[in-house]
């Protein structure tokens, strides 16, 4: 049972243009969801994160928008740049659930100069 | 400050041998969580420590995995035996408590051969 989802396996992007990831989740008990980003060899490095309460997150280049009716939530990075190509994780969590994060599959961003 | 710490980098094994996985977290971070990550996968939690204690091991195979963590501070986890199926990356986490961000380490590649 894939409750956080992450459809896309890929996407590339150009250089300066807007990357814009997605993630789906099917548990209504999720309240905080999180992006982390991965590089070859190195383990995932937290990027930005929201509260179920609100509905968008900015920390600059980033921003994350959360759509709770729909279950859905997405990364904006603007303007993408070479160096954010990597895999990103969406994940989220329940509060009675402790700190335990719950993965999607990954999509690899391509950012292409 | 120093991030998570995780050794070996590496370890190739053959199948129903054992093998044992160390990781240091950051200091002062008293929730600990063990990931597997399978290729292609998003991270599955194995295990969550809450000190020395025990919060989550729903997803911990019981019969060849186990895990520890002395004094609530370092964590080994060991697999005897060791099934080709357990190839993955192993990723050790840390965060100052159950409902801040986790820090994750480099992670250990196991391959079972």
């Known amino acids: 049972d894939q409750q956080v989802k992450q459809n896309s396996p890929s996407l590339s992007v150009q250089e300066g243009r807007i990357s814009i990831l997605n993630c789906d989740y099917t548990?209504?008990?999720?309240?905080?969801f999180l992006w982390y980003k991965k590089y070859p060899a190195e383990g995932p490095t937290f990027l930005i994160s929201?509260?179920?309460?609100?509905d968008k997150n900015e920390d600059g280049r980033f921003t994350v928008f959360l759509n709770k009716s729909a279950k859905h939530l997405s990364l904006h990075i603007v303007p993408s740049q070479p160096g954010d190509s990597a895999v990103y994780f969406c994940?989220?969590?329940?509060?009675?659930?402790?700190?335990?994060?719950?993965f999607g599959q990954g999509t690899e961003l391509s950012v292409k100069p | 400050e120093a991030g998570v710490a995780q050794s070996p980098r590496y370890k190739i094994i053959e199948k129903r041998q054992s093998v044992a996985f160390w990781c240091n977290p950051i200091?002062?971070?008293?929730?600990l969580y063990w990931y597997q990550q399978i290729l292609g996968q998003g991270p599955k939690l194995l295990i969550q420590?809450?000190?020395?204690?025990?919060?989550?091991d729903s997803q911990l195979p019981k019969d060849r995995f186990s895990a520890e963590r002395l004094k609530g501070v370092d964590s080994t986890l060991k697999i005897q035996p060791a099934k080709l199926e357990d190839s993955a990356v192993y990723l050790c986490?840390?965060?100052?408590?159950?409902?801040?961000?986790?820090?994750f380490g480099q992670g250990t590649r196991l391959t079972v051969v």
């Open positions: 986490a840390s965060s100052r408590d159950a409902n801040t961000e986790a820090f």
């Open positions: 548990n209504s008990m999720f309240d905080y």
């Open positions: 929201i509260s179920s309460i609100k």
């Open positions: 994940a989220a969590r329940s509060y009675n659930q402790g700190g335990k994060l719950i």
């Open positions: 200091s002062g971070h008293a929730t």
């Open positions: 420590f809450q000190n020395n204690g025990v919060v989550d």
